[in-house]
């Protein structure tokens, strides 16, 4: 008798860690879309977002949609730009806001020191990026939970042409 309880109780933390596992549903897409809106000065329905894993972390990339809208990239520039320094100095409020202080990897974030992670900014043609790395797996392993969690909760662009420049293991 002891051994079926056992049984039935692990089939039912099985089941339940299922459940937490699955994909949020649209009301959590819709409600992420809605704050990320209120926290960032570019029109998201204007942009294009992707979050692309490395070895040492990633790259995140933000571009417009329509090349010659220079006042959105000039938006995005300035954003990233601001988001790369808020996260050196350990402030991952803007995210939190977004997605919530439960985000896979945010705590671990939280508790590198300044220069356990690099928050490269670079401006793009069409938008911005951050190219995320670290030499530490911790903070690998961080980054590639922060950044799944994102991909869950917004979704993942297509931007090709910048995909490309991430390919190589190494990176």
């Known amino acids: 008798m002891k051994h079926y309880l056992l049984v039935v109780a692990g089939l039912l933390l099985f089941a339940a860690a299922a459940l937490a596992l699955e994909k ?56 990233l730009q601001k988001l790369a320094e808020d996260f050196r100095k350990g402030d991952f409020s803007e995210t939190e806001r977004i997605h919530g202080a439960d985000m896979p990897g ?5 508790l590198a020191a300044a220069d356990d992670i690099k928050f490269e900014y670079e401006a793009l043609p069409d938008g911005a990026q951050i190219h995320y790395s670290t030499e530490y797996p911790q903070y690998v392993q961080a980054l590639h939970e922060w950044f799944d969690a994102q991909i869950s909760d917004e979704g993942n662009d297509v931007i090709p042409e910048h995909i490309k420049h991430h390919l190589r293991p190494s990176e």
């Open 24 to 79: 949020p549903g649209p009301e959590r897409f819709d409600e992420v879309r809605y704050r990320r809106q209120q926290v960032v000065p570019f029109a998201v329905d204007q942009s294009l977002q992707t979050f692309t894993k490395t070895v040492h972390g990633g790259v995140q990339h933000v571009v417009v949609k329509s090349p010659g809208n220079t006042a959105q990239i000039k938006l995005i520039q300035a954003h």
């Open 106 to 110: 945010l705590v671990q974030l939280k």
